[in-house]
């Protein structure tokens, strides 16, 4: 813990301000302030020590520079380790600020007023604000960083419950807040002075990453650039050029092999087409793994996209070589299995550099999707595809072992499948799923005609759904045809219809509470 000893509070609203301030004067922190926050303060009855009266000099140019001084810099950067850094903080008399709190000017909302000239817009382009925040992060270590407003009850707590101090951990996390708060508003007036100039934002974006043109996009007529570097994740040990329509099912592919990436006693393997899977098994040896999941649907099969948890060996290389297939990725391949597979010349053969995870091959855990002129960002769904606490039985028969390995199976695949999504499976493996559909009854035809057109039994299979039920027909179809276990969220207002279906026609359901849309 460390106590805050000296603060620095110079902000541009003073809504919840208040309460602050008091408390830091509850526990004899030195407040230094400037212009109108100073008179707020003492309005207060605290003692706010002028920031003018610490450096020597006014707020000169207009209030452009107030802040920028080596007193003030050098009391929020100093290392307190650092021998040099103790000895010239005393040399030129800098008090050490232990804790800055500033907001920056309202860009934003004077770029959107009716009428705002640009030379308005300009003025409230924040330069120390913005210097105070990246200073203060910077030395985390030492100082905390309170960059706007919505941070107000976060340190509030802390002087509360804390006597005045805060953790390094704290300070990280405010740091972290800090340069969110400084990113957004850098781009904020990026976008304002790119009205004209065109320049590419998502690419400024990604000016560290490595970017590669692509031959094409989806189509021939679209130009692609990939903004990243594969070899991060992937030594390609043979093949074409990587294209953009097989980094998505290689994406895809990934993300769901790695909900088998724990299953130490079985190898998984999966045949990815258009992001979604048209055939997955797991067998104790890879050569029956693969053999099964083909059987799923050797038609799609065709130039698709194939993952597996293991190395690939001669018997199942032998095997894979009968098909024609894009891409190839396993943690490893024996040199006689290699040298099949190289057979052909274009065929893309990666090593897979790290365990594959629920992650994908994004390791910040987030998604992005450009849409309506922007890019929208979200959470990674990151939960198990399985069973967890949150699952329940909720019909009156039983479920075996058997089933239940089945039933996780099941729901590990269409979490990974295209809304609205039904997977049918049995004996760990993918008889047929029905993707991409309007309706969910839709979807479970589209599975059911599947599978029959590759001859596969349905009697004994579970049925997985990526969302609820709205109505029973679904069961009443699924029983039809023999399948009588079932697991799906749960979650309708008639999901009372569908357990009274079930029971009475002994079939068995699971309710997850998780849904698992895939747009």
Known sequence: MKKIKGALISVFYKDGLAEIVRELDKHGVKIYSTGGTQTFIEELGVKAHAVEDLTGYPSILGGRVKTLH????????????????????????????DLVIVDLYPFEQTVATPGATEQQIIEK???GGISLIRAAAKNFKDVAIVPSVAQYGYILDLLKTQDGATTLEQRRHLAAEAFNVSSHYDTAIFNYFNRTEGIPAFKQSFTEQKATHLR???????????????????????????????????DAAVNL????????????????????????????????????ALAGDPVSAFGGVLITNRVVDKATAEKINEIFFEVIMAPGYEPEALAILETKKNRIILKTKAEVGTGGCCACGRQFRSLLGGVAVQERDAKVGGLDSEAKQVTAKGITDAELKDLIFANKIVKHSKSNAIVLAKGGMLLASGIGQTSRVDALKQAIAKAKSFG????????????????????????????????????????????DY??????????????????
């Open 70 to 97: 080596p007193k003030v810099f050098g009391g929020i950067l100093s290392r307190r380790d650092n021998e040099t850094d103790i000895q010239q903080v005393a040399q030129y008399e800098i008090p050490e600020i």
């Open 502 to 519: 079930c029971n009475a026609n002994g079939m068995a359901m699971v309710f997850t509470g998780l849904r698992h849309f895939k747009h």
């Open 257 to 292: 092999i790695g909900e088998f990436a724990n299953d130490s006693s079985d190898a998984a393997f999966v045949i990815m087409k258009h992001n979604n899977a048209c055939g997955v098994a797991v067998r104790p040896t890879l050569v029956e793994a693969w053999k099964d």
């Open 216 to 250: 094409y996009g989806e189509n021939p007529h679209q130009a692609a650039t990939f903004y990243g570097d594969l070899s991060e994740r992937f030594e390609q040990l043979h093949g074409k050029e990587i294209s953009y329509n097989n980094m998505l099912d290689m």
């Open 125 to 127: 382009i924040d330069i």
């Open 456 to 499: 596969f039994d349905l009697r004994g299979a579970v049925l997985a759904s990526d969302a609820f039920f709205p109505f029973a027909d679904c069961a009443e179809i699924a029983h039809g045809e023999g399948i009588d276990t079932i697991i799906q969220p749960g979650g309708s207002v008639r999901d009372q219809e569908t357990i």
